[in-house]
Every structure is written in C-alpha cells, then in structure tokens.
C-alpha cells in the first residue's frame, strides 16, 4: 500500500515561502562589483553611442550650409556643426534670425555674401533661429566649445530690447524660445516658470551628451517624439526602420516672402526699448563676448543695422542710447565693432532682418572696415 503524501507543516511552508521570495526572478541583488561593472557599460554607452553615431551619420555641409529651421532645437547637431567649422572655416558668425537668413536662402545669407566677396577666408553660419542673447549664452558654453580660438562675428540684434516682455522681465509666465538653453536657477528670470524637477534635469543634461544625442534622433527621426511615446504611437512600426543616418538638407527657399516691411504694411512702432542699465538680454549679450575672449577667440561686434525706419521719432532716442552704451562698453573691454549703415527703407522684411541687397550691403561695409582690416586681416 503506498504511503500517503505528506503535507508539508505550516513552519515547513513558511520557511519555503521565504526561500521561493528570497530567490524569485524580481529579487536580484548586484553585489558591489556587479554595480560597478553595469556603471562602466552604461557610461561607455553615454560616451561611445554618441561618438559612433556621429561617425556613422552622414553630414557632409556646404560652404554656405545653414543649421535647417526643423533643426533649430538640435543642439547636438549644432556642436558637430561647430566641429566642422573649426576644422573648415576660418570665421565662424554667430548670432540670431538676422545671421541665419529669415528672409533670404542659405546661399544669400551674410555669411554667404563674406564667402563670395572674400578670397582669402570662409565663413560659417552659426546662426540659429529665435537666439535671444540668454539662449545665445548657453548655446556658446554647453555646445560652442569647439571654437575656441576661432575668428568670431558675433552679431548683436537691439530687438531683444524692445519690450520688458521680450527682456524677459515680466512676472508673467512667458513660453519663449530655447528655454533649455538659458540659466535654470542663477541669474532668476522672472518669467521662466518651468518646474525645479524639469530644470535640474536640463542643467545636468548639459553635461551628458547622451542626452543632446537622444533628442537628435527623436526630432530627426522620430517626429520630435522620444521614442518610448513613439514605440506607443507606431505598435506596428520598428523605429530601427527610421534611423536612415541621413539628415534633412537645408530648404533652399527663404522662409518667408522677399518683401519689405512697408509692403507687409507695417508701421512705425513705438517701442518699449528696456534701459541698458536694466537689460537681463544686455547682461547676457555681454556675458557672451566675454565667454568668447576668455576661450581665445578673436570677436568682432556687428551693431544691427536695426530698421530706424521702423522705429516711431518718440522711442527713437532710447535706441540711441541702446547703441551709444553698446559702444562705450565694448571700447572698454577692447572689442572692435561695427556697426553698418542704415539701411534703404525698402531693404528691410521688418524691424531687423535684412532682404538679399541688405545683407550684400552689410557684407561690403564689414569687409572694408577698419575694425575688420585690423582685427581680422593680420
């Protein structure tokens, strides 16, 4: 007669229980070494990917190549195009939509006029869309690194001025440009809301290319989604399938109509113009120069040319007193500049950017400067 099976006792099942939880596949423990080993692979894979795919992607820009509008928010792209331009350009332009060509195409540009009227140097256009100078600051110290040493036209635009609004001053929440590019906690910016949570991870995003790395392939490929929403989005699609390793070209047509200001219909504004004194977008502006002088760079200043047109005769002696400031402080830190004519009315798209003869104008008036000749002719 076979034996009946005997249950096991309750201490019996108790102990059992707490070796089925001790070794369950949802309690591994990594010893010491464990860890250590998983934080080398994990910062290898922060440090290597990036460089690989920088190496495996192709980008082969022209001489007039600008960062393509659908990219302006790439600011790792924007550190491989500094790079290139160490390698290739002799002068490097930095600065907002007026040095990016809002109205014009990439081979009309300042930038590109300097390249055809100049046979012993070339330039590059660092310019990015929608650079007010807080974004400007961060965009030169995190991703800018590269050149260092490098000839530097840096542009200032007055119209980052005109308003306490787009000073950035106003109490009231302000969704602007770049917002991860601007200082997150010091200097305080009063209408820069985001949540300390949100902020912190963009200070230390800073510091690990990873992330810049992860944003590029979630604008370039993924549709500006991260892929985890993306992978949610598209059940059916493998995102491996989008990585094509091959970047959008630059849009050859100007964004907008090549037409001027006053046939838009615009007037003369009477503008809010924030005193120099008080300028959280000039403090920023000067932060800049002075971050470029301390990497070794050679900078000229370029003043405007602003639309005066475009400006109402009661605001225009706060411009005057903008410009004037800008000169005194830039002739005491020793930085050359220059500051182009004003102007044909009907050469202006609006209060600041230039049309195709404007920036061929500007080109001219650089190139036979004195500023230029003794700054960037030696």
Not at 108 to 132: E, M, Q
Not at 328 to 347: C, N, R, T, V, Y
Request: proline fraction near 8%; charged fraction near 20%; charge should be positive.
């Amino acid at each position: 007669m076979s034996q009946a099976h005997k249950a096991p006792s309750p201490s019996q099942s108790k102990d059992s229980g707490k070796s089925e939880d001790a070794f369950s596949s949802n309690s591994v423990r990594l010893s010491g070494r464990q860890w250590f080993a998983a934080l080398v692979v994990f910062a290898a894979f922060c440090v290597l990917v990036p460089a690989a795919w920088s190496r495996a992607e192709h980008f082969a820009p022209g001489r007039d190549y600008r960062v393509p509008y659908s990219m302006s928010d790439d600011y790792w792209h924007y550190a491989r195009l500094c790079r290139r331009a160490r390698e290739r350009e002799d002068v490097v332009l930095i600065g907002d939509s007026v040095v990016w060509g809002e109205y014009v195409s990439p081979d009309k540009t300042l930038s590109a006029h300097l390249n055809a009227l100049d046979g012993k140097r070339t330039y590059a256009n660092l310019g990015v869309d929608g650079t007010h100078p807080a974004a400007m600051l961060g965009l030169v110290r995190y991703y800018g690194r590269a050149i260092s040493g490098r000839r530097v036209l840096l542009h200032f635009n007055p119209l980052w001025m005109t308003s306490p609004r787009v000073d950035l001053q106003t109490e009231k929440e302000f969704r602007f440009n770049h917002s991860k590019l601007v200082p997150q906690f010091f200097p305080r910016i009063p209408c820069f809301k985001d949540p300390y949570p949100n902020r912190i991870g963009t200070a230390i995003g800073r510091y690990m290319p990873v992330r810049a790395w992860v944003n590029h392939v979630s604008l370039v490929y993924l549709d500006n989604s991260d892929p985890a929403s993306w992978t949610i989005n598209n059940p059916l699609t493998s995102p491996i399938g989008m990585l094509t390793m091959n970047l959008p070209e630059p849009e050859t047509a100007p964004r907008h109509e090549q037409i001027s200001w006053t046939e838009r219909g615009m007037k003369p504004s009477n503008f809010e113009w924030v005193s120099p004194e008080m300028s959280l977008q000039l403090m920023f502006f000067k932060q800049t120069a002075e971050l470029l002088l301390s990497r070794g760079n050679r900078v000229l200043v370029i003043l405007g040319p602003f639309n005066e047109h475009a400006i109402a005769a009661e605001s225009k002696a706060g411009y005057g007193r903008i410009i004037e400031g800008m000169r005194q402080w830039l002739d005491k830190k020793g930085i050359p500049s220059f500051a182009p004519p004003l102007l044909p009315s009907e050469q202006y798209g609006d209060s600041s950017h230039p049309l195709y003869e404007g920036y061929s104008i500007m080109a001219k008036g650089l190139l036979e400067s004195e500023a230029f000749r003794r700054e960037f002719q030696q």
